[in-house]
């Protein structure tokens, strides 16, 4: 999404721009200084972050002041979002151990939950971090515009793209295929998904990657104001902004409006069982209720956080669409403003990516069973394990029994 807003407003900068010829490559013109490589040398051609093109250089006696929203929404993000990729991490890694367990794993929930933990996690790896490192890291240290060189190199900037395209898909369509398969299961029972979870996922993610791979293939190395960005061609911008365009909606509105109905039914037809039956829920084993109420909690968490991102960033993106560099100069303040709602925004978001593990621990007893089990087992075995050693060490005569039980 921030790809397609950073393009849509530099383009329809140029339009605006009489001044400016059309973007070309041009080998024979160096920008910025005669010293630049061979490989850098370009002619009104790239497509710069929207925080960069923003940060243009404007008129020496023009002083302005950047509003406090914008400072404390830009240090929320720098500052707050290593936080959250911590516990993210840690959380879901938590997760999948545990939906991986002996115990777990044979459910096709858990089949799901273990994906969307390992999606959650490359999505912290290669979006959140990388989002930071270009926007946050560079605010708390400049010399870190080093590292972002590298990062934004032909090779890096495709991989690192198509990675970060392909785990926000399957995050998000985990959700929506996992709220598909607790509708069945609570809904039509003899319709169940029961056993397929696992071709589901595997094809998910073949068509996720066919889908996403127009980002890395539409996008190169450039050099902006002297600095290497790694964007989308700008000899294809109408092709980017076309797919750009589709991609966002299918990672907002369109999981938004299936996993809403989908839940309001599935909690329809519960309250109507609970309504008819005397004994709450009695047709429906224990486990997958809660499985169906870890559901309604990560989708409910999805929306929440999701939702003020998305329209904030829909707000930005279409005054971009109008916007030329004169109204900026009239309009700082107000957009600006918006820009540090964004930050804020943008931090509230990522959380999603770092709450399930809590989620899963509140509203699924199982879950925390296992969570329990599995820790409980990790610390006998390394008491065990130390125990070990130190007969061995010391030679004492349990040193036969200590490995039979360490082996048991």
Request: include cysteine.
């Given at each position: 999404?921030d790809d397609?807003?950073?393009?849509s407003?530099?383009h329809?900068?140029?339009?605006k ?19 630049s490589?061979s490989e ?5 051609c ?24 914008y400072?404390?929404g830009?240090?929320?993000f720098?500052?707050?979002?290593p936080?959250i990729?911590v516990i ?9 151990a545990?939906?991986?367990?002996k ?8 089949s ?9 996690i490359?999505?912290?790896?290669f979006?959140?971090?990388?989002e ?5 890291l560079v ?7 080093i ?7 032909d ?5 690192f ?7 926000r898909?399957m ?5 929506v ?7 069945t299961g609570?809904?039509y029972p003899l319709?169940?998904?029961k ?9 998910m ?18 050099i ?11 000899m294809?911008s109408?092709?980017s ?19 809403t ?6 909690m329809?037809t ?10 709450l ?11 169906t ?6 989708s ?12 904030v960033?829909f707000?930005?993106?279409m005054?971009s669409?109008f916007?030329s560099m ?14 540090g ?10 959380m999603n ?15 925390r ?5 599995m820790?409980?087992?990790k ?11 130190r ?17 048991a």
């Amino acid at each position: 999404m921030d790809d397609l807003f950073n393009s849509s407003f530099f383009h329809s900068y140029l339009n605006k721009m009489n001044s400016l010829p059309p973007c070309i490559l041009d080998d024979s013109m160096p920008l910025n200084n005669s010293n630049s490589s061979s490989e850098s040398r370009l002619s009104n051609c790239s497509t710069p972050a929207f925080d960069d093109f923003l940060d243009f250089d404007l008129p020496s006696n023009f002083e302005y002041q950047k509003p406090s929203v914008y400072i404390i929404g830009l240090n929320l993000f720098s500052y707050f979002t290593p936080f959250i990729l911590v516990i993210g991490l840690i959380g879901n890694g938590l997760s999948l151990a545990v939906f991986t367990s002996k115990n777990m794993r044979k459910m096709s929930a858990s089949s799901y939950l273990a994906a969307l933990s390992a999606a959650d996690i490359c999505t912290l790896t290669f979006y959140v971090f990388i989002e930071w490192l270009r926007r946050g890291l560079v605010h708390i240290n400049p010399d870190a515009e080093i590292l972002l060189n590298v990062l934004n190199r032909d090779g890096p900037c495709q991989v690192f793209l198509f990675l970060s395209y392909i785990s926000r898909v399957m995050s998000t369509w985990i959700i929506v295929v996992f709220t598909i398969e607790r509708f069945t299961g609570v809904c039509y029972p003899l319709k169940s998904f029961k056993g397929k979870s696992k071709k589901i996922l595997i094809g998910m993610l073949i068509i996720g990657s066919i889908l996403v791979l127009y980002k890395p293939i539409l996008s190169s190395e450039y050099i902006a104001r002297g600095r290497i960005t790694c964007s989308s061609n700008p000899m294809y911008s109408f092709e980017s902004f076309v797919l750009d365009s589709i991609f966002a909606l299918l990672i907002t509105l369109v999981p938004f409006i299936v996993i809403t109905i989908l839940n309001i039914m599935i909690m329809r037809t519960l309250f109507l069982r609970n309504h008819r039956h005397s004994e709450l829920f009695a047709e429906t084993t224990k486990i997958r209720l809660e499985f169906t109420l870890i559901l309604l909690a990560i989708s409910f968490f999805f929306i929440a956080f999701n939702l003020p991102y998305s329209a904030v960033w829909f707000k930005n993106f279409m005054s971009s669409r109008f916007l030329s560099m004169d109204a900026y100069n009239f309009n700082h303040k107000d957009i600006d403003y918006w820009r540090g709602v964004l930050h804020v925004t943008r931090t509230v978001f990522y959380m999603n990516y770092c709450v399930n593990f809590f989620l899963y621990s509140i509203t699924g007893a199982y879950f925390r069973n296992e969570l329990a089990l599995m820790l409980r087992f990790k610390q006998r075995k390394n008491r065990i394990y130390k125990s070990h050693i130190r007969s061995s060490r010391f030679g004492s005569s349990n040193h036969s029994g200590t490995i039979a039980t360490y082996m048991a």
